[in-house]
């Protein structure tokens, strides 16, 4: 067994995290600088991602429907660490030492859950021996996202488009050139070699 590891756009206080969303969530955010109670709906559980192809992927480059605008979402790095402590698999999985019931009793108790999906490379194929984590914040941890956690936020729509552009043109390197550099984020100790970061696959 591996352990995973998150790649990410980080400095020193913050890491980047990727949402997409309609006109009208993503305008309110990027006017207020945090996400506002209506129209975004803090009892729904949302998902951030520090993988930006990840979110180019899901978001089909800003083209499905209600994810037109992507976003750019800069959080502390104590916030994004409190999710990871404070976080269940969203499926169960035996490598981490556990059973189906304890898993259970913890998904229900957890405001944070992970999961993990193949990495994409800058034409969208999966990357089977790399993971990208997803984030589901529910509960308190959506409080704490839009209350404590978010430092800034930048509507990248244009630039992941141009990205996309430059890709249909057969300009690759250049594209490239444009990726943000996601770098391996340095778990703090508490963290490293726990269950969600523990990869089931031989």
Not at 9 to 28: C, P
Request: charge should be negative; glycine fraction near 4%; aromatic fraction near 12%.
């Amino acid at each position: 067994m591996k352990e995973k590891v998150i790649r990410a756009l980080y400095d020193e206080d913050t890491i980047t995290v990727y949402q997409a969303y309609n006109k009208t969530i993503a305008l309110h955010a990027i006017n207020s600088q945090t996400f506002v109670c209506p129209p975004f709906k803090k009892e729904r559980m949302t998902w951030i991602k520090p993988s930006f192809l990840w979110m180019m992927y899901r978001s089909g480059w800003a083209s499905k429907e209600n994810q037109e605008y992507v976003l750019a979402i800069k959080i502390k790095r104590e916030g994004f660490e409190w999710a990871l402590e404070n976080s269940c698999l969203s499926h169960f999985d035996n490598a981490g030492h556990t059973t189906l019931e304890d898993w259970k009793k913890k998904l229900q108790a957890s405001p944070v859950r992970i999961q993990w999906d193949p990495e994409r490379d800058i034409f969208m194929q999966p990357l089977h021996e790399q993971r990208a984590i997803q984030m589901g914040l529910s509960g308190i941890a959506v409080e704490k996202y839009i209350e404590e956690w978010i430092v800034s936020i930048e509507d990248i729509t244009a630039y992941s488009q141009n990205i996309r552009e430059l890709i249909k043109a057969y300009e690759i390197d250049q594209a490239k050139d444009l990726l943000p550099v996601e770098k391996l984020y340095p778990l703090p100790e508490v963290l490293r070699g726990g269950s969600i970061f523990i990869d089931s696959t031989r």
